[in-house]
């Protein structure tokens, strides 16, 4: 097992979430615990549930900040708020619908970029719908650790890409030669959309979270372009 907790990390969690009354809990109480976090900074991206109630509660009980935004300006502006705020060199991007999530899991995202064996890393929840190993979407995953210098220069796409943001920064870190590691999460859940949501409200959102991604290519063309020609392969995948 991978240790850091004797490290003076400077990383920063950064999770977003929009209506996520039901989850929200769980999973900054999971964060708060994970020892090798210097900050948890949380975006409550203009919910119309109690997702931003939730959070005022909880925030009595453990530290965390708190950022609740009036209305709902999409998943991009909300992790370009975060990296703004984050005092850390290191950030850690977590769903907020997770459950089960470990300090281990931390140091699995963390440590390759910490040791320059990675400039990013992809996690893949081991307890969800599709499979880590045979998952076309993998490069999506909202589980994702970088330096933080490494995004700052995207900032300002990042906030208008909504659901684009990951294929943002992806088409990034391709375009400048950054290599890009996927990591196994154990025992960390993330539901599908359709386990949380009613089939037809569930494709409606996958429908817009394609149309989002596909406008964020072609208004950053000479970044795919770029990204395609220095393709590199990606490191490998860690399955234990």
Same mark, same amino acid.
Do not use: W
């Given at each position: 097992?991978?240790?850091?907790?004797?490290?003076?990390?400077?990383?920063?969690?950064?999770?977003?979430?929009?209506?996520?009354?039901?989850?929200?809990?769980?999973?900054?109480?999971?964060?708060?615990?994970?020892?090798?976090?210097?900050?948890?900074?949380?975006?409550?991206?203009?919910?119309?549930?109690?997702?931003?109630?939730?959070?005022?509660?909880?925030?009595?009980?453990?530290?965390?900040?708190?950022?609740?935004?009036?209305?709902?300006?999409?998943?991009?502006?909300?992790?370009?708020?975060?990296?703004?705020?984050?005092?850390?060199?290191?950030?850690?991007?977590?769903?907020?619908?997770?459950?089960?999530?470990?300090?281990?899991?931390?140091?699995?995202?963390?440590?390759?970029?910490?040791?320059?064996?990675?400039?990013?890393?992809?996690?893949?929840?081991?307890?969800?719908?599709?499979?880590?190993?045979?998952? &076309?979407?993998?490069?999506?995953?909202?589980?994702?650790?970088?330096?933080?210098?490494?995004?700052? &220069?995207?900032?300002?796409?990042?906030?208008?890409?909504?659901?684009?943001?990951?294929?943002?920064?992806?088409?990034?870190?391709?375009?400048?030669?950054?290599?890009?590691?996927?990591?196994?999460?154990?025992?960390?859940?993330?539901?599908?959309?359709?386990?949380?949501?009613? &089939?037809?409200?569930?494709?409606?959102?996958?429908?817009?979270?394609?149309?989002?991604?596909?406008?964020?290519?072609?208004?950053?063309?000479?970044?795919?372009?770029?990204?395609?020609?220095?393709?590199? &392969?990606?490191?490998?995948?860690?399955?234990?």
């Amino acid at each position: 097992m991978i240790k850091l907790n004797n490290m003076k990390l400077q990383s920063t969690a950064i999770i977003c979430a929009y209506n996520e009354e039901n989850t929200i809990e769980n999973i900054l109480r999971d964060v708060s615990k994970v020892v090798c976090f210097n900050e948890v900074i949380v975006i409550n991206d203009g919910s119309k549930d109690k997702t931003g109630k939730r959070i005022k509660e909880l925030k009595e009980l453990i530290t965390f900040t708190d950022v609740h935004l009036l209305k709902n300006r999409g998943k991009g502006f909300a992790m370009a708020k975060g990296t703004e705020l984050a005092n850390g060199d290191y950030l850690v991007f977590i769903d907020a619908d997770l459950s089960n999530f470990k300090n281990e899991h931390a140091e699995k995202l963390l440590y390759p970029v910490i040791n320059n064996k990675a400039d990013m890393v992809l996690g893949q929840p081991t307890n969800t719908l599709i499979p880590s190993n045979i998952n &076309p979407f993998k490069n999506l995953s909202g589980q994702r650790a970088l330096k933080k210098r490494d995004i700052m &220069p995207i900032l300002k796409k990042m906030e208008t890409a909504g659901y684009g943001v990951e294929t943002l920064i992806n088409m990034r870190f391709k375009a400048n030669y950054k290599t890009v590691e996927y990591v196994s999460l154990e025992n960390l859940t993330h539901p599908s959309k359709f386990q949380k949501a009613k &089939p037809h409200k569930a494709i409606k959102e996958f429908i817009m979270e394609g149309c989002q991604i596909v406008t964020t290519m072609f208004s950053n063309l000479n970044m795919a372009a770029k990204s395609n020609k220095n393709r590199i &392969p990606d490191i490998f995948i860690i399955n234990n």
